[in-house]
């Protein structure tokens, strides 16, 4: 087997879902399985969150290709379309473009569907100004969609916390007091509530949470690892060391010599790089696991391998495993804040050449 390679947990997805369950054990769960399940393959991650009551992806195509894997749970394109060929693709498919635009009502007055749309959403900027209708415009645009042909049944209402990993703003108070009232005004159900939100704000639970990060086992949160909030990782970064040899005191190592052996140092080589989606910015900083020891990433990530301090290693050999994140000791948090971003950015950054293996575990 080529390395690197990312193994995922079946088991660990399936934990992480029965956690947002005892975070939030009155409303329905739709899972967020966009840009490929956050880069664990989002055809394996479906099966294994079948338990999940929806799931949600980002475009037209990543609900197109769930359909293909055969996924018969109800399915929302959280950034909807606009078009009227997209319109009458996601009807073909059973998918559930999010409303998020005025011009999107006026489209569906307008246009044929071969089959009304159904689990339908409408998004509410409560706060975020990212996407969305103002409260003050949702009635008339519920009451237009619910007069719409091309649309069936009850609607919800979507919308999305700007600030739910800063427990405590009160901006986030405000955006949950938007959706109560719109639910007090409609009676319809309401989906506010991401990862951050699921775990720290129970009173945004309501009809639905929209989990996502938390699944993978990773935390929302800047200043909590995902095992504080009872959440298992699901992805182990994993590579082998491809050379092992001496530097000299003065020798340099890597692009711009950017490390300087200050004494006789053995050095290891390990097949992973940019070009697989690791993080430059990890260069000099980031530790990796050897043989259950913690070891350093010395000199610049280059594309496909990085540079390894084992001066303190004695028994150490070409072949042996590097874990690059994954594990309680080195969770993938911590190398986002040595890159200084965010989990998300460095688990769905991993290359399609960086084989992804997976636990059969049942």
Request: hydrophobic share 45%; charged share 20%.
């Amino acid at each position: 087997m080529d390395f690197p390679v990312a193994y995922i947990d079946v088991a660990a997805l399936r934990h992480n879902l029965s956690q947002v369950r005892a975070y939030a054990p009155d409303s329905k769960v739709m899972s967020v399985i966009k840009a490929d399940a956050y880069g664990h393959g989002v055809r394996e991650v479906a099966a294994a969150l079948q338990g999940s009551d929806a799931f949600a992806v980002a475009r037209l195509s990543e609900g197109i290709q769930l359909r293909q894997y055969g996924v018969t749970h109800p399915i929302v394109l959280l950034e909807g379309v606009n078009t009227a060929e997209d319109f009458i693709a996601a009807a073909e498919h059973d998918l559930s473009p999010l409303i998020h635009l005025q011009s999107q009502v006026d489209l569906l007055q307008t246009i044929t569907l071969p089959k009304p749309l159904q689990f339908n959403w409408l998004m509410i900027d409560s706060g975020m100004h990212r996407l969305g209708i103002r409260p003050e415009r949702a009635l008339v645009a519920l009451e237009a969609l619910a007069a719409c042909d091309n649309v069936q049944g009850e609607i919800g209402l979507m919308s999305h916390f700007a600030n739910s990993d800063l427990v405590g703003d009160k901006r986030n108070q405000a955006q949950l007091t938007h959706m109560l009232s719109l639910k007090q005004q409609t009676g319809l159900p309401v989906c506010l509530s991401n990862s951050a939100a699921v775990v720290s704000l129970p009173e945004s639970h309501l009809e639905w949470v929209r989990p996502g990060l938390m699944l993978y086992g990773i935390s929302p949160f800047e200043n909590r690892f995902a095992v504080a909030l009872g959440l298992k990782p699901v992805m182990q970064l994993k590579t082998k060391l491809i050379a092992i040899y001496d530097l000299q005191v003065g020798e340099q190592v890597g692009y711009g010599g950017d490390w300087t052996a200050s004494e006789p140092t053995k050095i290891g080589a390990a097949s992973i790089g940019y070009g697989d989606g690791y993080s430059r910015h990890l260069s000099n900083k980031a530790p990796v696991l050897i043989n259950g020891r913690l070891a350093n990433v010395i000199g610049r990530v280059s594309m496909d391998t990085i540079c390894i301090d084992l001066n303190d290693f004695d028994n150490v050999a070409v072949g042996d495993e590097v874990l690059l994140w994954g594990s309680e000791s080195l969770p993938v948090e911590q190398l986002a804040q040595l890159a200084q971003t965010i989990p998300y950015e460095l688990v769905t950054v991993i290359c399609k050449r960086v084989q992804r293996e997976y636990s059969r575990d049942t």
